[in-house]
Each structure stands twice: as C-alpha cells, then as structure tokens.
C-alpha cells in the first residue's frame, strides 16, 4: 500500500513540532530581558565584584558550551540531526546523554544566564522562569512524546532512568 500523504504532512509528522528553534527562543528571551532591563526598569545590577563576575561568566559559558558540544558529537557520532525541527534517526542515550535528557537545553540554559551576569542585567534572571515555561512545554514535553511515538518502550525506559535536566 502506497503512502499518498503529501511530503509536507509527512514531513511534519516526523518531527517533534517545536514551537520554534531551541536558540532563537533563548535569544528570542534574552533580548527582551536586556531591552527590558536598559529601557523600561533599569535595575541597581547585580551587585557583584567584577573578577568574581567574569569568573561566574566564563564558568557557565564553558561549562554550557561543553554540554551542547558532547550533545552534538553524540549526535553526529549516531549519525542523527541535532535541530528538533528535523527527524530523528537515532536514539542517543550515551555519553553526556546518560546524566540528563536534555544537555543541549540545559547548555543553553547555562549561556543565557552567563549573558545576563555577563550584561549585570537581573531583569534577565526574572525572565528565565517564562523562558523555562516555554522550553518546557514548547519544546521538551513535544520532543519527549515524539520520541516515545518513534521509539516505544526504550525511550520511554530512558527517560524514565536519566533526569530531564540533572
């Protein structure tokens, strides 16, 4: 029997159906939080000593740019794309991948705060609880039904033995 769906229908089927790129949803957030924080509340900044603050900077950056590279090269290693926007080929539970669901989102999680230290802009923080809200139900609670549907049983063993962020 011949599949006379259209390639679009298809094609939309076999994806997670995010609600938008993963990085443009943190930039999408961190830009509002910045436009917020220099043009309409303009806090007293974070209060914090500027070594201790490029410290906190580059430890988040490095620790959040490592978990989206050890999540990518799982993925190219598994011969799968990373963007939820594009089917999944493989299941990839090695690696970074043992110790949380979600090491991309959580790397990007990472680099925005970094930026918000980074720019001494807590209107940025306030903005992290309806960026998280969006991730969660717009992205990771879509991409976790899609690769339960894709997957069965082992994704659903998966997900229920490794924590969705730590």
Do not use: K
């Not at 001494?120 to 690769?147: K, N, Q, S």
């Not at 994704?155 to 969705?164: F, G, L, T």
């Amino acid at each position: 029997m011949t599949d006379t769906t259209p390639h679009a229908a298809r094609s939309a089927r076999d994806t997670a159906g995010v609600v938008a790129p993963p990085p443009l949803i943190y930039l999408g957030f961190l830009i509002l939080g910045l436009a917020l924080e220099f043009l309409v509340v303009r806090t007293q900044g974070l209060d914090m000593p500027v070594s201790l603050r490029w410290t906190v900077v580059a430890v988040l950056i490095l620790t959040g740019g490592g978990a989206i590279t050890a999540a990518v090269l799982r993925f190219r290693r598994a011969g799968t794309p990373a963007p939820p926007w594009q089917p999944t080929t493989a299941f990839v539970a090695q690696g970074i991948y043992r110790f949380t669901r979600n090491p991309m989102y959580l790397g990007m999680t990472l680099i925005y705060c970094a930026l918000a230290v980074a720019a001494d802009a807590p209107v940025v923080f306030w903005m992290l609880i309806p960026l998280c809200v969006t991730i969660h139900y717009g992205v990771v609670l879509r991409e976790e039904r899609y690769m339960a549907d894709r997957f069965g049983t082992a994704y659903i063993d998966y997900a229920n033995s490794v924590p969705r962020w730590l």
